[in-house]
């Protein structure tokens, strides 16, 4: 069965700080991860998207890598803001169909 | 400008009423989908549309229609709503259907509340 788990459920830590977030699948045939922010009573928006051969992507202070051997990601923020107090959702993309299958998210909340 | 703009943002309706949520794109997208957002905040996508041609249909009552009148626009009708289609329903869309290297552009999403 396609399937995304993420870890931890939730997170709290203060402004400044780093942290990383976890994101097991098992989905096959695999095509590309893709990390998205959801902002409270927004849709998601994309982070990044990794296929199988890259090891890890940046966009700004956010750093995700891929083991796809492991099947395993993660998300690191690196010197956190109140901004990016949200929902982080991996979500992986099965290969020709079109199908994106989506962990139910880490809820990450910045304090200042 | 709103890449993908879905109306109403709110819904709040009757048992046994019919609705309509409607999505536009302006990015040029081939391929449009519908999502249903549950409480426990998982995506799971229901329909998805290539060129106004229906290629994914997840499991879903046929109480659920999609109708796409051209590629920039996916609408969602619901007939006899029931208490479980309370959710939040996101649209999105992207390049040839998510084969190969295409991202995602999600609308706001709608916030069905059935009572």
């Known amino acids: 069965k396609n399937q995304v788990e993420q870890s931890p459920q939730s997170l709290i830590i203060l402004e400044g700080k780093n942290c990383t977030l976890q994101?097991?699948?098992?989905?096959?045939?695999?095509?590309?991860l893709r990390w998205y922010k959801q902002d409270t009573g927004r849709g998601p928006v994309s982070l990044t998207i990794?296929?199988?051969?890259?090891n890890t992507k940046s966009n700004g202070r956010y750093t995700a890598t891929l083991d796809a051997d492991t099947k395993q990601s993660s998300l690191h923020i690196t010197a956190s803001q109140l901004s990016d107090s949200a929902s982080y959702i991996c979500?992986?993309?099965?290969?020709?169909?079109?199908?994106?299958?989506f962990g139910q998210g880490t809820t990450l909340q910045v304090k200042p | 400008d709103t890449a993908v703009s879905q109306t109403p943002k709110y819904l709040v309706t009757q048992m046994g009423n019919d609705k309509s949520i409607k999505c536009e794109q302006n990015?040029?997208?081939?391929?449009m989908y519908w999502y249903k957002q549950d409480s426990k905040k998982f995506l799971k996508i229901m329909f998805s549309?290539?060129?106004?041609?229906?290629?994914i249909n997840e499991t879903v009552p046929n109480r659920f229609s999609p109708k796409s009148p051209d590629k920039a626009h996916l609408n969602l009708h619901i007939n006899s709503l029931e208490l479980g289609d309370s959710a939040v329903y996101f649209c999105?869309?992207?390049?040839?259907?998510?084969?190969?290297?295409?991202?995602?552009?999600f609308g706001q999403g709608t916030r069905l509340t059935v009572v």
């Open positions: 999105a869309s992207s390049l040839s259907g998510g084969i190969g290297f295409t991202e995602a552009f």
């Open positions: 994101c097991n699948y098992t989905v096959s045939p695999f095509s590309n």
């Open positions: 990794m296929t199988f051969s890259e």
């Open positions: 979500v992986v993309s099965v290969s020709n169909t079109g199908k994106l299958i």
């Open positions: 990015l040029g997208h081939d391929t």
């Open positions: 549309y290539n060129n106004k041609e229906l290629i």
